[in-house]
């Protein structure tokens, strides 16, 4: 058992069916983030494509960190404190390409491996420089299915053991194939874990998105996977596109429509996960499948058009992905601490980011993105999109339904007659799951945090 250091915060305080409120808005919590969370958290904070040539760069933005992400090899990627070792300025912004890195306050510079490569007036110094005191410091890099995450900790566990048992559900995905469709990012006045347990639950699609319970069974359930969660819908007895039990009972002869309704509210109110290759694949059914076919029938005859579109435009497909794999694997993943993905289409991913903004513990960075497969050369070049005000971009419908609560519920938090959240016992157990990992997380420093 691990022993915990003491805190007003202890993870004891966790019950599954209650998560204490103070967490949400608290300084005192949001600076024990700022310690001891986040310089010692794998973060995912890009995608191998976003660095096809030496010298690609990324910049990624925690807090008071800034860490500088570089291909400085072929087959290799280096992250470093984005930081000139003379007086502290930040060296590089956003994203882009540089051969050298150069401080633009006194030309200090650096090349792609971190080594200082010239100081002005070095002589000035006596000897006294070292290349402990010039180089650029060093932050642990890995990446797994095309994701790459920094960890500032030179101590931490490795990524790989940081992600267990992730990899036994989701490997054969082959998500490292997967590339930006789009990615918008936005400031929400919350905090980041309300922002990001949003969809860490299915529990409020019966609510907040009833346009598509006609051809969901919701009713779902969750829970902790290490230091991570999964969420799946529960569908027992059932194929997996039907009506919601919630719903008055309706009898559907032709379950092609079930299939149709769910590709075409999907496609144009997610605009993510169901793809065009998906959405086209379906249209086949209306006249290549018989209006009589059983379920399992017209849900074969769509995977086969799928699978022959993925063929034809030269996206492709996993090549070992079992039907019983991909219901083992659920729908939706929370990577701890910040990082949620929706993956159960395949071919298609829904990712989400949340990140504090600055030292407002009610305000958020929130990444929307979506993944897909694309043939060879015809993945689009990737356009981040920032809208300060999600409301001044144009979103999808299930989006908007989303961020219109989240502000609600944060706001909501400071009530005197709200104490805590009463989170489902079944349904929303990732959640419980979390703030229990993320206490002892911040109680252990890092270590033991998904006991």
């Not at 150069?102 to 006294?128: K, M, P």
């Not at 900790?153 to 790989?160: F, G, H, K, T, V």
């Not at 922002?195 to 009833?210: D, L, S």
């Not at 998906?278 to 769509?302: F, G, I």
Request: charged share 25%; net charge negative.
């Amino acid at each position: 058992m691990a022993q915990h250091t003491k805190t007003r915060f202890p993870p004891e305080a966790i019950r599954e069916d209650f998560i204490p409120k103070d967490a949400y808005y608290s300084r005192e919590f949001a600076a024990l983030e700022e310690e001891r969370l986040w310089p010692r958290v794998w973060q995912m904070v890009g995608r191998l494509e976003e660095f096809p040539k030496v010298g690609d760069y990324l910049t990624y933005d925690i807090l008071g960190d800034s860490i500088l992400i570089v291909r400085n090899a072929p087959d290799s990627l280096k992250a470093y404190h984005n930081v000139c070792m003379h007086r502290g300025r930040r060296l590089l912004d956003g994203c882009g390409s540089v051969q050298e890195i150069t401080c633009r306050f006194h030309g200090w510079r650096y090349n792609l491996n971190g080594e200082n490569t010239r100081i002005v007036d070095a002589a000035d110094w006596g000897g006294r420089l070292t290349p402990e005191d010039t180089h650029l410091r060093e932050v642990l890099i890995d990446t797994w299915g095309g994701w790459v995450f920094i960890n500032m900790d030179p101590e931490a566990e490795s990524l790989a053991s940081f992600l267990s048992p992730m990899q036994d559900y989701l490997d054969k995905f082959e998500f490292e194939s997967l590339r930006y469709h789009w990615f918008k990012t936005t400031i929400l006045p919350s905090n980041w874990k309300t922002a990001v347990e949003f969809f860490n639950e299915f529990y409020h699609v019966q609510q907040a998105h009833p346009q598509v319970l006609p051809f969901t069974n919701d009713y779902s359930k969750s829970g902790g996977f290490g230091k991570h969660g999964m969420m799946w819908f529960e569908a027992e007895g059932s194929v997996p596109l039907s009506r919601s039990p919630r719903l008055p009972a309706k009898t559907e002869p032709d379950y092609r429509n079930f299939v149709l309704d769910f590709v075409e509210r999907y496609h144009t109110e997610l605009e993510a996960m169901v793809t065009t290759r998906h959405y086209h694949a379906a249209q086949r059914l209306r006249t290549e499948v018989e209006a009589s076919a059983s379920p399992t029938e017209v849900l074969t005859k769509w995977m086969q058009f799928r699978l022959e579109a993925a063929e034809a435009d030269g996206s492709g497909w996993p090549k070992d992905l079992p039907f019983d794999y991909i219901n083992r694997s659920g729908l939706d993943w929370h990577v701890f601490p910040n990082f949620v993905f929706l993956h159960g289409t395949v071919d298609g991913l829904l990712g989400y980011r949340a990140r504090p903004n600055g030292d407002d513990p009610e305000s958020c960075i929130f990444d929307v993105f979506s993944l897909q497969r694309f043939g060879p050369g015809k993945a689009p070049v990737l356009n981040r999109e920032f809208h300060p005000d999600w409301r001044a971009a144009k979103w999808p419908r299930i989006y908007a339904q989303d961020f219109v609560n989240i502000p609600e519920v944060q706001k909501g938090m400071h009530s005197r007659g709200f104490t805590g959240s009463r989170p489902n016992p079944v349904q929303e157990r990732a959640i419980t799951h979390f703030h229990r990992t993320l206490r002892s997380f911040i109680a252990d420093g890092g270590a033991n945090a998904d006991r």
